[in-house]
Every structure is written in structure tokens, then in C-alpha cells.
T-cell receptor, first 113, second 110 residues
Framework: GAGVSQSPSNKVTEKGKDVELRCDPI?????LYWYRQSLGQGLEFLIY????????KSGLPSDRFSAERTGGSVSTLTIQRTQQEDSAVYLC???????????FGPGTRLTVT | RKEVEQDPGPFNVPEGATVAFNCTYS??????FFWYRQDCRKEPKLLMS???SGNEDGRFTAQLNRASQYISLLIRDSKLSDSATYLC???????????FGAGTTVTVRA
């Protein structure tokens, strides 16, 4: 079946611009996670959705980052006024419910110039 | 202190060799443990769960030591295709959040 998909796969943007990253989870998965992975680093948790609710936004690095999920499916991560330190791979994962095995999408590689 | 710590490696081993590495976790309330595999520039994928009694999946053996709070992964008869970064992952009780280590890089050479 279809796995987690993310778009775009690559995004190059100028410092100060806003970007939107999209995640399509596996159909029926109620839990959705966003992570960030910088070069050579581990996964940094950003936010978790259970259905359309985000009970834990504690990982969002600043108020320039926001995320939403609609219809219990697609999620969008928005970064406003991008900075060079935002450059990283943004990974989305879904799970049948919170805490179980997570299935990752291929990621969006964001480069801020 | 990081919640999950791993030796970054790299572990460079010849084909057919055995390689083993550990990961330590700081939270004694951790209940579930996993090894994920991440190939270069790819997404992480679940390799295996780690059970209290230890478990094997083909050439891979995982062990858990709760007293010392570490998890190990052993790969026997290494293949070139085993070259990857292995991520140690820990979950607390009913918590939804997984905590990832930074990974241990293994390179198997011909």
C-alpha cells in the first residue's frame, strides 16, 4: 500500500521567506509526527498530532514554526521568515496510534540561502 | 544529558564479520525499545523491536539490560547491504513520543 509521502522533496528558499511542507500519512493512521534532522544529527522531535489535535507542540523551535492537520489526514508544517539555521531535512511519520511503530516519509530537504 | 546516547562510530568491518554496539538511555521509566535503520539520505525504517528477554531476527540480535539501562545490537555475518546508520529508539510507558539516538554508523567493506 501507499506509504507516507511528503512534498516537496527539496526546497531552496531565501532567508526571510515563508515555506510550507506537506505530509500525507498512511491512510487510517491517526498519529502524525514531524521531526527535523540536521546533517549528521539525530532526529529532533517537533510536533505530534493525534487526529487533528496537537497535544504536544513542545518541540517547535520558535514561534516561526507552526503546523496543522486537517481531516485527520494531511498535515502542513509552516516556517515563517526562514533563517539559515532552519536548513535541515524535515521528516514526517505516521503511526496507527500514538506510541506504536512509526512509518517515515522520505523527507523534505530544506535549504535556506 | 541526552535521553538516548549512542557511539557514533563509524564501525568499519569486513564482510562476514560480527559487529556489535550499544546505546544507553537515561530515563528508567522507558518501556519500549527499538532499533531503526537509516540509509544515507533516506528515511529511518524499523529494523526490530527489542524485548526484555532479547530477540533475534535472522542475523540481527538485540539485547536489553534494564539494570544498566542499555540496549545492544549485534550483526552476524555482515553483508555489504548492512552498511547504514542504526538508530536506537526509546519510548516511555504509554507515552506517544519516541526518543531517537543520533545513530551508530556501520560500514561493511568487501
Amino acid at each position: 500500500g501507499a506509504g507516507v509521502s511528503q512534498s516537496p522533496s527539496n526546497k531552496v528558499t531565501e532567508k526571510g521567506k515563508d515555506v510550507e511542507l506537506r505530509c500525507d500519512p498512511i491512510s487510517g493512521h491517526t498519529a502524525l509526527y514531524w521531526y527535523r534532522q540536521s546533517l549528521g544529527q539525530g532526529l529532533e522531535f517537533l510536533i505530534y498530532f493525534q487526529g487533528n489535535s496537537a497535544p504536544d507542540k513542545s518541540g517547535l523551535p520558535s514561534d516561526r514554526f507552526s503546523a496543522e492537520r486537517t481531516g485527520g489526514s494531511v498535515s502542513t508544517l509552516t516556517i515563517q521568515r526562514t533563517q539559515q539555521e532552519d536548513s535541515a531535512v524535515y521528516l514526517c511519520a505516521s503511526s496507527p496510534r500514538g506510541g506504536l511503530e512509526q512509518y517515515f516519509g522520505p523527507g523534505t530537504r530544506l535549504t535556506v540561502t | 544529558r541526552k535521553e538516548v546516547e549512542q557511539d557514533p562510530g563509524p564501525f568499519n568491518v569486513p564482510e562476514g564479520a560480527t559487529v556489535a554496539f550499544n546505546c544507553t538511555y537515561s530515563n528508567s521509566a522507558s518501556q519500549s525499545f527499538f532499533w531503526y535503520r537509516q540509509d544515507c539520505r533516506k528515511e529511518p525504517k524499523l529494523l526490530m523491536s527489542v524485548y526484555s528477554s532479547g530477540n533475534e531476527d535472522g542475523r540481527f540480535t538485540a539485547q536489553l539490560n534494564r539494570a544498566s539501562q542499555y540496549i545492544s545490537l549485534l550483526i552476524r555475518d555482515s553483508k555489504l547491504s548492512d552498511s547504514a546508520t542504526y538508530l536506537c529508539v526509546v519510548k516511555k510507558g504509554d507515552d506517544y513520543k519516541l526518543s531517537f539516538g543520533a545513530g551508530t554508523t556501520v560500514t561493511v567493506r568487501a
